[in-house]
């Protein structure tokens, strides 16, 4: 029997060497299923994020935007960092309330949404609800439940609020965006889950890329093995504060990273948002570092009716926001 | 039959065609249909009066906006006419007549700028004639720098080697300077709007139009002045007035404006023979448009 002789090498140099070889060529793959074909490591390391328009998406409610970076640290770091970053220390980015959900979401999860500084959206917000306006996205039955009060978001507005998030998060734990009611309270039926899984169709590339950790998920299905983390948020859309819902999944390999954001429910503004996230390590100037690809996809109504030039400035417009993002995130992250 | 309802009978047959024609996504684009009537009105050159005419304006523009790697195509068509009630003896022509391919291109050439570029090739002529080759191929070029979705800077040029100033700068602001307030400033259509709801818009705002025109080959021996033969008409106005737009759903929204039309030249520049506005009158427009 032939003896195999072992390169005389230690176990954990041989475990990151291995590392190193699974994700050879970062920048090959980033290429397999991204927009961006060529990316030059130094220069994102020291500038600006990339980002770029996505695919032209068929359905008008779609709109896809990715960007690409580099952070210092391991790719496990960089996963951590998005798990603990609070956007709404960031008055720029539009999120007016960040709260994170641990254990089981029951009402009392939500009872800072009640505490919402009172501006003008917020204020909007609560018009909209007392008078049960037809852009909120409700169910029938979470409509029902309205039942009027004292109009305002410290008593009776925040209460309605609280059991619907409460009840939306508590569905999305247990069944995912399946198990979720849909917006029909006023018109045409819409589940976020459905928009998820048609952003997903329209870029199959991406789809594929993300398979394994979106078929964890409650992400377009039923509950997967994956445990989600909860969050809500109170956000400003166009005017107009929304409560919306959050779920975060992560994955480390060892070596790379992916992680899958989404809003599975929002009041208003949209339907559902997805980001997801792909890191490698790589080498740059000697430094370890992070190359990270991020797809940031929306489904909106205000979309809709957008075509030619007012869709390439909506999709401008994202794609700001989204590095304006990424900046204020790399900002807080280096300190 | 009246040539004006013979185009809206071609309107009415293009409204019901587009859903259908034109379902799937791919095959994104836009249209309008308006008219305008502008009511009796007088103009001079000197001791020279055309008195108490009418104007009907009617324009069409159809335009297909593929998307591209590139950015967004603009392909399409677009028909202009003035009608004039003009007495024979009158030294301007009644009919004044364009149409034009619309081909073009929406680009972005950084995060916050959007780049259009687009041409207008086509025959700018008095009524049209058998043989007629008023060729002309007006373009613009024009930036849009976002500063945020709640406010655009937009600046460009437009160009026509018919026109007494070949090149002439545009541009202006577009700014959500409240909710449902819209400072929409950018020429040659600037207003301000007020939003009702996501269906209804109200205004009060401004049109200048300007384009030139061919008149026959025989026009100024025809009307005693022959150094006007085949010469360029550069027509001008502008209306000022108040109006509303109901966007129905997104491929119909209706669009009612009402109005005074404070200026408006007939300017033969290159004979130096031009008519002024003596007195003007109010207007009346129905639009209909969409995208698809």
Same mark, same amino acid.
């Given at each position: 029997?032939?003896?195999?002789?072992?390169?005389?090498?230690?176990?954990?140099?041989?475990?990151?060497?291995?590392?190193?070889?699974?994700?050879?060529?970062?920048?090959?793959?980033?290429?397999?299923?991204?927009?961006?074909?060529?990316?030059?490591?130094?220069?994102?390391?020291?500038?600006?994020?990339?980002?770029?328009?996505?695919?032209?998406?068929?359905?008008?409610?779609?709109?896809?935007?990715?960007?690409?970076?580099?952070?210092?640290?391991?790719?496990?770091?960089?996963?951590?960092?998005?798990?603990?970053?609070?956007?709404?220390?960031?008055?720029?980015?539009?999120?007016?309330?960040?709260?994170?959900?641990?254990?089981?979401?029951?009402?009392?999860?939500?009872?800072?949404?009640?505490?919402?500084?009172?501006?003008?959206?917020?204020?909007?917000?609560?018009?909209?609800?007392?008078?049960?306006?037809?852009?909120?996205?409700?169910?029938?039955?979470?409509?029902?439940?309205?039942? /009027?009060?004292?109009?305002?978001?410290?008593?009776?507005?925040?209460?309605?609020?609280?059991?619907?998030?409460?009840?939306?998060?508590?569905?999305?734990?247990?069944?995912?965006?399946?198990?979720?009611?849909?917006?029909?309270?006023? /018109?045409?039926?819409?589940?976020?889950?459905?928009?998820?899984?048609?952003?997903?169709?329209?870029?199959?590339?991406?789809?594929?890329?993300?398979?394994?950790?979106?078929?964890?998920?409650?992400?377009?299905?039923?509950? /997967?093995?994956?445990?989600?983390?909860?969050?809500?948020?109170?956000?400003?859309?166009?005017?107009?504060?929304?409560?919306?819902?959050?779920?975060?999944?992560?994955?480390?390999?060892?070596?790379?990273?992916?992680?899958?954001?989404?809003?599975?429910?929002?009041?208003?503004?949209?339907?559902?948002?997805?980001?997801?996230?792909?890191?490698?390590?790589?080498?740059?100037?000697?430094?370890?570092?992070?190359?990270?690809?991020?797809?940031?996809?929306?489904?909106?109504?205000?979309?809709?009716?957008?075509?030619?030039?007012?869709?390439?400035?909506?999709?401008?417009?994202?794609?700001?926001?989204?590095?304006?993002?990424?900046?204020?995130?790399?900002?807080?992250?280096?300190? | 039959m009246p040539a004006i309802f013979g185009r809206w009978i071609a309107f009415v047959i293009c409204l019901v065609a587009i859903p259908g024609l034109f379902a799937s996504d791919i095959w994104t684009g836009e249209y309008s249909f308006n008219e305008t009537y502008v009511g009796n009105a007088t103009v001079s050159h000197g001791?020279?009066?055309?008195?108490?005419?009418?104007?009907?304006?009617?324009?069409?523009?159809?335009?297909?906006?593929?998307?591209?790697?590139?950015?967004?195509?603009?392909?399409?068509?677009?028909?202009?006419?003035?009608?004039? #009630?003009?007495?024979?003896?009158?030294?301007?022509?009644?009919?004044?007549?364009?149409?034009?391919?619309?081909?073009?291109?929406?680009?972005?050439?950084?995060?916050?700028?959007?780049?259009?570029?687009?041409?207008?090739?086509?025959?700018?002529?008095?009524?049209?004639?058998?043989?007629?080759?008023?060729? !002309?191929?007006?373009?613009?070029?024009?930036?849009?720098?976002?500063?945020?979705?709640?406010?655009?800077?937009?600046?460009?040029?437009?160009?026509?080697?018919?026109?007494?100033?070949?090149?002439?700068?545009?541009? #202006?602001?577009?700014?959500?300077?409240?909710?449902?307030?819209?400072?929409?400033?950018?020429?040659?259509?600037?207003?301000?709007?007020?939003?009702?709801?996501?269906?209804?818009?109200?205004?009060?705002?401004?049109?200048?139009?300007?384009?030139?025109?061919?008149?026959?080959?025989?026009?100024?021996?025809?009307?005693?002045?022959?150094?006007?033969?085949?010469?360029?008409?550069?027509?001008?106005?502008?209306?000022?007035?108040? #109006?509303?737009?109901?966007?129905?759903?997104?491929?119909?929204?209706? !669009?009612?404006?009402?109005?005074?039309?404070?200026?408006?030249?007939?300017?033969?520049?290159?004979?130096?023979?031009?008519?002024?506005?003596?007195?003007?009158?109010?207007?009346?427009?129905?639009?209909?448009h969409g995208v698809f």
């Amino acid at each position: 029997m032939r003896k195999v002789t072992l390169l005389p090498i230690s176990v954990p140099a041989l475990v990151i060497l291995m590392a190193r070889l699974a994700s050879a060529d970062p920048l090959s793959e980033l290429s397999s299923f991204s927009v961006f074909d060529k990316v030059d490591l130094a220069q994102l390391a020291s500038g600006e994020p990339k980002t770029a328009h996505g695919p032209p998406l068929n359905n008008p409610r779609y709109l896809s935007v990715q960007s690409c970076y580099v952070v210092p640290g391991a790719p496990a770091q960089h996963l951590e960092a998005l798990r603990r970053w609070n956007p709404a220390a960031h008055r720029e980015l539009k999120v007016i309330l960040h709260n994170d959900i641990a254990g089981s979401p029951s009402e009392a999860a939500f009872v800072r949404i009640k505490n919402a500084p009172e501006t003008p959206p917020v204020r909007a917000f609560v018009e909209a609800t007392v008078k049960m306006a037809n852009d909120l996205q409700l169910s029938r039955d979470e409509a029902a439940k309205w039942k /009027g009060g004292d109009n305002k978001l410290s008593g009776a507005v925040g209460d309605f609020w609280m059991g619907v998030l409460a009840g939306r998060a508590r569905a999305f734990a247990s069944g995912g965006t399946s198990a979720l009611a849909p917006y029909d309270h006023a /018109g045409n039926s819409i589940r976020a889950g459905d928009e998820l899984n048609g952003l997903l169709r329209e870029q199959p590339k991406i789809r594929k890329q993300f398979a394994g950790l979106l078929d964890s998920t409650g992400i377009g299905r039923g509950g /997967g093995s994956a445990r989600p983390e909860l969050y809500s948020e109170m956000i400003n859309t166009d005017d107009i504060a929304a409560a919306a819902l959050g779920a975060f999944y992560g994955r480390n390999s060892g070596v790379t990273a992916q992680a899958a954001d989404t809003l599975y429910y929002s009041s208003g503004g949209v339907y559902a948002a997805l980001t997801l996230y792909q890191m490698w390590p790589v080498d740059v100037n000697g430094r370890a570092s992070t190359l990270v690809w991020r797809g940031d996809m929306v489904s909106s109504a205000a979309l809709s009716g957008l075509r030619g030039v007012e869709k390439l400035a909506s999709e401008s417009a994202m794609m700001k926001d989204v590095a304006k993002s990424i900046t204020v995130f790399r900002r807080d992250t280096a300190r | 039959m009246p040539a004006i309802f013979g185009r809206w009978i071609a309107f009415v047959i293009c409204l019901v065609a587009i859903p259908g024609l034109f379902a799937s996504d791919i095959w994104t684009g836009e249209y309008s249909f308006n008219e305008t009537y502008v009511g009796n009105a007088t103009v001079s050159h000197g001791q020279k009066r055309v008195v108490d005419f009418d104007e009907s304006d009617t324009e069409i523009r159809f335009v297909l906006t593929p998307r591209i790697p590139l950015g967004v195509l603009r392909l399409g068509v677009e028909y202009e006419q003035f009608s004039f #009630g003009f007495e024979g003896s009158a030294l301007l022509p009644n009919t004044l007549q364009s149409v034009a391919a619309v081909i073009g291109l929406d680009t972005q050439i950084k995060n916050s700028i959007l780049l259009r570029v687009e041409a207008m090739p086509g025959v700018y002529s008095e009524a049209f004639r058998t043989g007629s080759n008023d060729f !002309n191929m007006p373009f613009v070029i024009g930036g849009t720098y976002i500063v945020n979705p709640d406010l655009q800077i937009a600046i460009g040029i437009g160009v026509d080697i018919d026109r007494k100033y070949p090149v002439l700068p545009g541009g #202006g602001i577009r700014w959500k300077f409240q909710p449902h307030w819209v400072l929409n400033a950018i020429l040659p259509q600037p207003r301000l709007e007020y939003e009702v709801s996501k269906t209804v818009t109200l205004y009060v705002g401004a049109n200048l139009k300007e384009t030139n025109f061919r008149v026959s080959d025989t026009f100024g021996t025809d009307h005693g002045k022959p150094q006007l033969n085949h010469a360029v008409l550069t027509y001008s106005e502008v209306r000022t007035g108040t #109006g509303l737009d109901w966007k129905i759903n997104n491929w119909l929204s209706v !669009n009612a404006e009402a109005g005074y039309q404070p200026y408006r030249t007939f300017d033969f520049y290159r004979a130096n023979f031009e008519f002024d506005q003596d007195s003007s009158a109010p207007y009346g427009m129905i639009s209909f448009h969409g995208v698809f």
